[in-house]
């Protein structure tokens, strides 16, 4: 498809079991980005790569989060031992990169994470 | 610090009257504007871009950027109740820690009939 796709759609586990939620962004975009956002809430940034630099994680609330890209394509972000208040819907986004001018980030679905 | 200001509403407007939403932003340098529409449950969604002073119209939308006061806004003209959403505002910001752009929290607009 040629949108950001996050899989999975939904999910739904026990408090303290980890999790993968998985991004694959639109072909050619260099740039990569994992949000969060609650119910109601605004979007909170979480972390971003671009190329081949390391990633800005100033984003991620805790050590129990992390996230790869790799190949310059896929990326997974990774909870360990979930929280209740880990509960949101995480939106990946990707772009162009285009180094002085900012370019529009495109959204996949997102991954509605319930935890129980 | 690198800020976008959006007032949060909910901005309430009769179905057929112009919708004025505002954004503000903490960076000079600023170059690159966005505005996303967000309905209930969905993911945003890019709906306009501007990049210089002045005004762009898309449609029903006109997007209005003001380097010098540092302030973008966004007017929707004929107002429907399919353009009930919340609205972010977006803006480039060059050494922001969150990529390339900054999002405010969005402004809810509902559009009664």
């Known amino acids: 498809g040629a949108g950001v796709s996050q899989s999975p759609s939904n999910k739904v586990t026990e408090k303290g079991k980890d999790v993968e939620l998985r991004c694959d962004p639109i072909?050619?975009?260099?740039?990569l980005y994992w949000y969060r956002q609650s119910l109601g809430q605004g979007l909170e940034f979480l972390i971003y790569?671009?190329?081949?630099?390391?990633?800005?994680k100033s984003g991620l609330p805790s050590d129990r989060f992390s996230a790869e890209r790799t190949g310059g394509s896929v990326s997974t972000l990774t909870i360990q031992r979930t929280q209740q208040e880990d509960s949101a819907v995480y939106l990946c986004?990707?772009?162009?990169?285009?180094?002085?001018?900012?370019?529009?980030?495109?959204f996949g679905d997102g991954t509605r994470l319930s935890i129980l | 610090q690198k800020e976008v200001e959006q007032n949060s509403g909910p901005l309430s407007v009769p179905e057929g009257a112009i919708a004025s939403l505002n954004c503000t932003y903490s960076d000079r340098v600023s170059q690159s504007f966005f505005w996303y529409r967000q309905y209930s449950g969905k993911s945003p969604e890019l709906i306009m871009s501007?990049?210089?002073?002045g005004d762009k119209e898309d449609g029903r939308f006109t997007a209005q950027l003001n380097k010098a006061s540092q302030y973008v806004s966004l007017l929707i003209r004929d107002s429907q109740p399919s353009d009930s959403a919340t609205y972010l505002c977006a803006v480039n910001m060059i050494g922001g820690s969150q990529g390339n752009l900054i999002f405010g929290k969005g402004t809810k607009l509902s559009v009664k009939p």
């Open positions: 986004a990707s772009s162009l990169w285009e180094g002085r001018e900012g370019q529009p980030q495109h």
């Open positions: 790569f671009q190329g081949n630099s390391a990633p800005d």
């Open positions: 072909s050619g975009h260099t740039a």
């Open positions: 501007i990049y210089s002073n």
